[in-house]
DNA sequence: ACAATTAGTTAGACGACTCTTATTTTAGTC
DNA sequence: GACTAAAATAAGAGTCGTCTAACTAATTGT
């Protein structure tokens, strides 16, 4: 049996590596602990078969590793889902919330019966693709971020980085949510803020903002 | 913030003080741990200011250790009724789950949602009165084991034991339900078997299953 | 090529929770 | 009052997950 912060570790390392090879110094900003920590851990994961580590490719998952991992992601946004639709939160309380339900689950026939409630939902309310369903990795990986777009690019929204109650009611208030549909106006030089429209209205974005909303190209 | 051992060991001490003076030993066997694990927890628990143990009383709540007991039994139950009835799993089923559910909650505001779209409970699926409703603690308190009766009385389940999977299928099947009427037809001597009816069938109950069947006289 | 940053390692520690084994109290019984 | 059974305590240890401080190795920019 694996504990909580085995799982959660294992989620971490799997979200970084859709965004190249994961390394521990970076895994111990994310998970929000100190070097040797991650050490200790990545050697305590080692023993158990459920990540690879070597100086030229960083830590990688194991095929037991990564589907620990990819049950793990995909509780925690049918969760999400739960909590928006069924209980009515709003998205931006309940990634903490799932956080915590993610590992309270036993049997893979839990998890199936509260898909089934909730539709089999292909995302979790950020957008983000619920594995199991299918093209889910696909999907993870073809988004790029709006900040990385150029004058004159139109594109949908995919998803949003779930993490920060704060963001994700700001990005709620200016309606830059999910498939909505969003158009580059202007970037002011520098690494400045970028203009963009949606529904009609228009908004200054930080770089920082834009960094964090994946859109496919229109 | 407690840990979620922590909220277990409350747990057990609210259940087994409805039943008289919690003292050490019962509570290790309770939590299937050894003798001295518990003197640590009780320990560990005073010094929170979650228990005050004598020599004389044995364990006791105090009022900060009782408010988060009733909260994780409400919470517990609250979700043993979330998972029979909007996931369909069987009574059997939920114990376990709801153990670890109950302290995947972070703020009474999701308590309350639960709640509400579980249309406020009085009680779990086997019966047992779910904090905060009215009247929860007289209910628990007032129920007697149908072990108990005498030949001829007649009574209605109010609650079994939740705890026995194996235990719960087979009142299942015999149709011993909470608000089940039950009659007492024979009592064997010498702690034999108890003859009973219920649905118009007659079926013998041992003194140990009939000792987990709480009634209210009739 | 070398200084500077970044990454990783070693060593020692601590709190939470658990164990076993052994001993001491306490309570109940004759 | 003495003896036994049950309960509690003491002592010592181990795992998991975390820390800080200090040190070494690897990269990288100029």
């Known amino acids: 049996m694996l504990t909580e912060v085995v799982e959660e570790y294992l989620e971490a390392i799997y979200k970084m590596s859709l965004n190249g090879p994961v390394i521990a110094a970076r895994l111990a900003e994310w998970m929000k602990v100190s070097p040797p920590t991650v050490a200790d851990m990545l050697k305590r994961l080692s023993d158990k078969g459920l990540v690879k580590t070597s100086r030229r490719d960083g830590v990688k998952l194991t095929k037991k590793g990564l589907e620990t991992a990819e049950t793990m992601v995909r509780r925690h946004r049918l ?7 069924i209980l009515g939160l709003n998205w931006d309380e309940v990634h903490e919330e799932a956080c915590k339900l ?3 689950i036993s049997s893979p026939q839990v ?11 292909e995302t979790c309310p950020h957008g ?4 199991g369903t299918r093209g889910a990795r696909k999907r993870e990986k073809e988004a790029k971020p709006l900040s990385q777009c150029s004058v004159g690019d139109e594109a949908i929204i995919e998803r949003v980085a779930d993490e920060d ?54």
Chains 1, 2 share one sequence.
């Not at 969760?79 to 639709?85: A, I, S, V």
């Not at 998890?111 to 939902?121: V, W």
């Open 111 to 121: 998890e199936e019966k509260l898909a089934d409630i909730l539709g089999h939902p």
């Open 102 to 104: 993610e590992h309270a």
């Open 128 to 131: 983000h693709p619920i594995p």
């Open 79 to 85: 969760w999400e889902r739960f909590l928006t639709d």
């Open 165 to 218: 109650s704060q963001l994700l009611q700001y990005l709620a208030s200016l309606g830059l949510l999910p498939e909505a549909r969003v158009a580059v106006k202007e970037i002011a030089p520098f690494k400045g803020p970028m203009l963009v429209n949606v529904c009609g209205a228009q908004y200054a974005l930080g770089q920082e903002v834009a960094a964090k909303i994946m859109v496919k190209g229109k």
